[in-house]
């Protein structure tokens, strides 16, 4: 009898067990799954946090299943997504708690789903160490593995020097700091009076959600507009960010135009680099002009394949691609500027706090309302192009996953409508683009380069994930592998694998039976589930390593 240990248990270790089922292995397995979390959904996704907290994906974009668009050499397993699962509405954004039960129901139907031949042990405790071909958990317990995988998910990291100076100056001064934590894992029990939350992304929305409904504020809809009704309890929450302006809305509508195939111009794997970034753009500004044409002609004034036969031949980045655009697009609202996009507030400045309230305010709504609108559904495109490129790129830097997280992966529309009921309502201010932070006497100070006001509060909370690198991991199963050299780091700090998988060691030998998956790793693909009919790369990297752990065992 073999046996597979796998560390952990969420959504990439049962989308891993899929894959392997969908082989039919043949060989007696016995597979451990090691994870304090209820298995299928994790730590990320347990069912035991907050049901206010939602996902940033409708319904109809959730699947854990490979459909007809899955390339890999592994067999196609369809399945239902989220919406189907669980009757909901397709555009509907579930709770995190239903995402949840899908998981965990994932998890049991692939179990169910392995032939008698392979056995599945769930350990509800955590691994210690590896030490050899052995695994140690808090429980006790050791495993011996013929094969390992690491599927650690999202890790903690040891703080960086800046947290720690600032936990200390809290601490010296009777202040509240908080920082990058999981959002369901952050203690905010003591966040009161006026507090600077630093990020303006997903995290920060979790948090805008705990700190006002989650205290027993409520919503109320008055002549149009929605109203903050507060419960005394919330904090005044200070937000800023480099970019000073939240993720963009997730959009609500479908494509009116002709879906195209994607991708046309980057074709991969390629890492990104300064050098590839104008063929990336170019991909995601084809998907934009495609639906423009094909679902929105009165915005246009060239034939389609007039202007896609130019478009072809042209750099993204030249005066002769400008100069269609413009002969094109008679509106240069209707054009995409990747540069304006990643940086709105760039060059503005408010003569007062108060004026630059108004101005994100009318940012922010402009934004839903555009999000919501067919007649922008060129947006959507863009989407659709953002995750063609995303699913063909290799290793990838902070800058490119921060802005497709931005552009891609924003809030749902309503949370952006609870954030400028707030706003109004006094509860949440805005500071501005390239945010700072100060530590002096007795607080916190922040300001940006948007307005001249300065904040001077007794709470900092960082509104971001924490950093992981492998010399700073909290994860004691990597700690134990780094200190024999069984594990090594990339200059970005990423755990080295190779194309299959495999843990690469210090001294860049592959390791036979050792392998690792997840957002941590060189061969990261972020999401463990995704959009039906997209090919997702996670689907594909598990069926890779599925296949090399059944060839290491055996089969």
Known sequence: ??????????????????????????????????D????????????????????????????????????????????????????????????????????????????????????VTVHPARALKVVGNWVWLDSGESLRADVLVLALGHLDAEPEPEHRKLAEHASEHGLVYVPPLYS????????????????????????????TEGRGGRYVRSSGDLEYLPSGAEPTIYVGSRRGVPYHSKTSYRLQGKRPALPRFFTGPKPFSAEVWPLMAKEIAWGYYHELFTGHPGLVRLPFAEFEAAFAELPWYS??????????????????????????????????????????????????????????????????????????????????????????S??????LEELLALSRAGIVRFLGADMWVEAVDGAFLAGSATTPEVVRANGLVEARLPTHSLSRTADPVLKSLRATGDIAEDPTGLVKVSAD???????????????????????KSFAAFARPNTNAPAFRQNDVVARAILRTLGD
């Not at 994906?57 to 699962?85: C, H, K, N, Q, Y």
């Open 1 to 34: 009898m073999r046996s597979l240990v796998i560390i952990g248990g969420g959504p990439r270790a049962a989308g891993l067990l899929e894959r392997i089922a969908a082989q039919s292995p043949t060989l007696d397995l016995t597979v451990h799954v090691i």
């Open 36 to 119: 304090p979390y209820p298995p299928g959904a994790g730590r990320v996704w347990r069912h035991a946090q907050s049901p206010l907290l939602r996902m940033n994906s409708m319904a109809e974009d959730v699947t854990v299943f490979t459909d007809s668009s899955f390339d890999g050499d592994g067999p196609i397993r369809p399945g239902p997504s989220l919406s189907e699962w669980c009757d909901v509405d397709p555009t509907s954004f579930p709770s995190r708690q239903v995402q949840s039960g899908y998981l965990e129901w994932f998890f049991d139907h692939v179990r169910k789903s392995l032939p008698p031949n392979i056995s």
């Open 184 to 211: 369901a894992d952050a203690d905010l029990s003591e966040v009161a009076g006026d507090v600077v939350l630093r990020g303006f992304g997903l995290a920060f929305i979790d948090l805008m959600v705990l700190l």
């Open 319 to 408: 005066d002769e691609m400008r100069a269609l655009e413009a002969r094109a697009v008679p509106d240069p609202a209707d054009r995409i500027d990747f540069e304006k996009l990643d940086r709105p507030l760039e060059g503005l400045t408010f003569a007062s706090a108060e004026d630059f309230q108004e101005y994100l305010r009318s940012y922010v709504g402009a934004d839903v309302a555009r999000r919501s609108d067919p007649r922008h559904s060129a947006d959507l495109g863009a989407f659709l192009a953002l995750l063609s490129v995303y699913g063909q790129l290799g290793a990838s830097d902070g800058w490119w996953h921060g802005y497709f997280s931005y552009l891609a």
């Open 410 to 415: 924003g809030p749902p529309p309503d949370r």
């Open 501 to 523: 998988g495999r843990l690469i060691n210090d001294r860049g030998v592959e390791d036979p039976v050792r392998f690792a998956v997840g957002p941590y790793t060189t061969g």
